[in-house]
């Protein structure tokens, strides 16, 4: 089987480092011979690992141990939960109230007031505004 460039370069760390089996080797190897842009960056690897090769600076005391705590999910408590949902039917329900006050209905007899677009601009002839009015007015025609 023949191997693509996709394969190689997902491999091409574990090559340089030894850790492929000998058929991987092979394959890797095969396709480094023919292909000029995974030796590029196998060429670039190469210089990564030996730049990070001569980095000298000791590491912070406890320095693994303190990426693994923070890599772990954090305990959510079940009244965390709680509250999320909480808040969000509070804000549901208190966004519907005040969506009903600013935009009353008109009722059956009439009564409840429903401001008309054209109340609040004078639109052009062809624009939108125009456009939305006159269909408003068909609706409240009863048409």
């Known amino acids: ?61 406890r320095l693994p141990e303190k990426v693994l705590e923070r890599l772990r999910p954090r305990r959510r408590y079940w009244w965390q939960s709680l509250a999320m949902a909480a808040s969000l039917v509070l804000g549901i329900a208190l966004g ?8 009353p209905y008109a009722t059956a007899n009439g009564e409840g007031e429903v401001l008309a677009l054209e109340e609040f601009h004078d639109f052009p002839e062809g624009s939108l505004g125009a456009v939305m009015v006159s269909y408003q007015g068909d609706e409240i025609n009863g048409s």
């Open 1 to 61: 089987m023949k191997t693509t460039c996709k394969q190689a370069r997902e491999r091409l760390s574990a090559w340089l480092d030894g850790e492929l089996e000998a058929q991987e080797r092979r394959e890797v190897a095969a396709h480094l011979e023919i292909c000029p842009e995974c030796r590029g960056e196998l060429a670039l690897l190469s210089r990564l690992d030996a730049a990070l090769g001569t980095l000298e600076a000791p590491l912070p005391p």
């Open 96 to 103: 519907s109230i005040l969506a009903r006050d600013y935009y």
